[in-house]
């Protein structure tokens, strides 16, 4: 994974640890392969993107260490739609990672 920490400040590398943790404890994703860590700076963004999975994960700027913090973002290919949402927070097990992936293809579709 590419994992650009040295632009991020000491509050945004906290956030790329504590997605990491989501990603791979509560959503049980392989942050072997291969895929993004890093600052969007349009945004402020902290974001996670990997490449066998169909929505990244992101945090904003003004968040706090929680679990209702993290948003998860999938964007059409075809047209550049971005569809965000506040899933984790109703999608916490271990069923997560299958409910997003479904959630992402069904937006995407639209």
């Known amino acids: ?33 291969y895929g993004e860590l890093g600052l969007n700076e349009n ?8 490449e066998d999975t169909p929505f990244t994960l ?3 700027i003004n968040c706090e ?5 993290v948003w998860v973002m999938a964007i059409n290919n075809e047209t550049g739609e971005e569809h965000e949402r506040d899933i984790l927070s109703e999608y916490g ?3 997560a990672r299958e409910t997003l992936a479904k959630w992402a293809r069904e937006v995407v579709k639209e």
Request: hydrophobic share 45%; with cysteine; net charge negative.
């Open 1 to 33: 994974m590419i994992c650009d920490i040295m632009k991020m400040t000491q509050w945004e590398r906290e956030k790329a640890v504590f997605l990491m943790d989501i990603a791979e404890n509560r959503l049980n994703l392989d942050l072997e392969g």
């Open 43 to 50: 945004s402020g963004n902290v974001y996670l993107w990997l």
């Open 58 to 60: 992101f945090m904003p």
């Open 65 to 69: 260490l929680k679990l209702k913090d």
């Open 93 to 95: 097990g271990t069923e």
